[in-house]
């Protein structure tokens, strides 16, 4: 017997061990969909095909399992329609399973941050069960979810799903596994551990995660570097990143998680969207790497890179790629500049000053455009390149700065000129880009 039951039409889940199925807001609600069920049934319309289903441990592991009500002694009841799916309720969980929900928390707990097991969190007309909260710095909520070997596979499903609406409603989803078949998913972010015994999961010693977690190296493609070009070219002269996976321990990545310094990431290559975490320092790096001066990094508080930074998604919506593209191809949408308003020449004499001699170099004539333009774009250019070559925090921090001012000077100036010009400010960019970046092309 279960005690949540999912209404497909409605929607929504019925706590069936409480009077008014834990929906205050419909009168009657029991009434209702009793008297519906017992209709469907002298019609003699089969249970798949009606309204309600399991909503607790099948719809946990994404399985319609079908349901209907009864009346027993005056208690109301849910009943499975097939054997198989009750059978999955009398299956208790493994001890492993509650060794990791006890090591969560313990791990949890002595990072200062708190937590619980089978956590309930009301979404809407439903709600979101999670193997065991953490309750992290800022705000932060990490739902851990351990699947381990001792459960069948086919019952892993809606992973991707489930882990979304997670992430949608401000927990981090993270799936710990044992199965190596299950980390190798990328339906979300998953860790591995070793196949151990319960006593081993519960002790305090050395529980590592061996996969699921990577740090990125960040070099420059010259002769030096000792990685090939990520896009066979011999050696393309920019900045990339290449993802090594690193072994964790586990007690760590509950408390990192849960302070905002391991974070995950998601990006497409090709056809495959990779999921891993890395450290919020290697993540923020990352997104200069893959920033434009169309699309700035997001403004960073001054915290240390170990720290948490406060309000970031936890889930970036889609870091582009691993490395930028050699020839940076015209966004989807219309750039949208930076500071639409601000005249250019005001705003950044000195970067005008300090690249003039470059103007020189390429002439009104030559291109049509106005040196500036093309002076203020290299600056911000050459303030992006040079901040790949720095791994100091600080003196990242310092560059970074140098280079976001540098490119809402260069953006101002497209805007401020195409304006004045009437002129399709997309084209301007993407000729003033084409100009600085491909100059024999
Ligand atoms: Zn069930
Ligand atoms: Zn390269």
């Known amino acids: 017997m279960a005690n949540v039951v999912w209404h497909k039409q409605l929607r929504i889940l019925l706590d069936l061990t409480r009077d008014d199925l834990d929906h205050p807001e419909l009168p009657d609600l029991w009434d209702t969909v009793y008297k519906t069920d017992r209709f469907y049934g002298r019609l003699g319309v089969p249970v798949s095909e009606r309204d309600l289903q399991c909503g607790g441990v099948c719809r946990d592991m994404g399985v319609e399992a079908p349901m209907h009500l009864r009346m027993r002694g005056g208690r109301r009841e849910t ?3 097939r054997r198989e799916d009750k059978e999955r309720h009398s299956v208790p969980m493994s001890d492993e399973h509650k060794a990791y929900q006890e090591r969560i928390l313990r791990a949890a707990h002595e990072g200062g941050f708190g937590g619980d097991s089978e956590v309930r969190t009301r979404v809407g007309r439903t709600w979101i069960q999670t193997d065991t909260l953490v309750e992290g710095a800022d705000g932060r909520r990490i739902g851990w979810e351990v ?11 809606g992973v991707r799903a489930r882990a979304g609406k997670a992430a949608k409603n401000g927990i981090t989803p993270a799936w710990h596994t044992d199965r190596a078949a299950y980390a190798q998913r990328n339906d979300t972010h998953w860790t591995r551990s070793d196949r151990l015994p319960a006593e081993l999961i519960a002790r305090n010693g050395d529980l590592r995660i061996v996969s699921g977690f990577r740090i990125l190296d960040f070099w420059h493609c010259d002769t030096s570097a000792v990685y090939p070009c990520p896009y066979g070219i011999r050696r393309c002269g920019k900045a990339h990143a290449t993802a090594k996976p690193r072994e964790v321990f586990f007690d760590d990545m509950v408390r990192q998680t849960a302070a905002g310094s391991i974070v995950p ?6 056809s495959k969207v990779h999921r891993y975490w890395v450290t919020s320092a290697d993540r923020d790096r990352l997104d200069d790497l893959n920033s434009d001066d169309t699309r700035l990094p997001p403004e960073r508080d001054t915290a240390p890179a170990s720290g948490a930074s406060r309000n970031r998604p936890t889930c970036q919506p889609a870091v582009a790629l691993l490395a930028p593209p050699p020839q940076p191809s015209p966004p989807a949408l219309p750039a949208l500049p930076v500071q639409p308003l601000a005249p250019a020449v005001e705003t950044t004499p000195a970067a005008a000053e300090q690249y003039a001699y470059r103007s020189e170099q390429v002439a009104d004539g030559a291109t049509g455009l106005p040196a500036e333009l093309i002076a203020l774009q290299r600056a911000a250019d050459d303030a992006h390149h040079r901040l790949q070559l720095l791994h100091d925090h600080h003196e990242r921090e310092l560059q970074r700065r140098v280079w976001r001012e540098t490119a809402e000077a260069a953006q101002a100036a497209v805007t401020h000129y195409a304006r004045t010009k009437r002129l399709n400010r997309h084209e301007v960019e993407a000729r003033v880009r084409r ?6 092309g």
Do not use: K, M, W, Y
Not at 147 to 157: H, K, P, V, W
Not at 265 to 270: C, K, L, T
Not at 435 to 440: A, E, L
């Open 435 to 440: 100009i600085v970046r491909n100059p024999t």
């Open 265 to 270: 990431i998601q990006f497409r290559a090709g």
């Open 79 to 81: 009943v499975h329609e």
């Open 147 to 157: 699947q381990l070997s001792t459960i069948d596979e086919s019952g892993l499903r």
